[in-house]
Nanobody
Framework: QVQLVESGGGLVQAGGSLRLTCAVSGRNSYPMGWFRQAPGKERDFVAA????????YYPDSVKGRFTISRDNAKNTVFLQMNSLKPEDTAVYYC?????????????????WGQGTQVTVSS
């Protein structure tokens, strides 16, 4: 059974930075992703990384500001968030997929963490 635990969320002013961490139990050879969900909205894709970490993908809304990375030796995935905006406020979720390629669709992820709150004040 795979378990994902996010940490690193908090309150930050606009323009600031946060680094989220996802600890993965068991083997860490899954394609991984980060999603976020604001109150009353859908859970949206934020970033994805392939199994060995040499390929990443971002939507335009975060491209150039967010960076996903992984340390397979430590079973950990990171999301570095810079130049944060109030519209980045949401619960951020880490997810793992059983597929072999990089994954961007929510329904292609099998395992999910509990989420960590990120609040960006203006």
């Amino acid at each position: 059974q795979v378990q994902l635990v996010e940490s690193g969320g908090g309150l930050v002013q606009a323009g600031g930075s946060l680094r989220l961490t996802c600890a993965v139990s068991g083997r860490n050879s899954y394609p991984m992703g980060w999603f976020r969900q604001a109150p009353g909205k859908e859970r949206d894709f934020v970033a994805a990384i392939n199994r060995n970490g040499d390929s990443t993908y971002y939507p335009d809304s975060v491209k150039g500001r967010f960076t996903i990375s992984r340390d397979n030796a430590k079973n950990t995935v990171f999301l570095q968030m810079n130049s944060l905006k109030p519209e980045d406020t949401a619960v951020y979720y880490c997810a793992a997929s059983n597929l072999w390629r990089i994954v961007t669709l929510r329904n292609e992820y099998t395992y999910w963490g509990q989420g960590t709150q990120v609040t960006v004040s203006s």
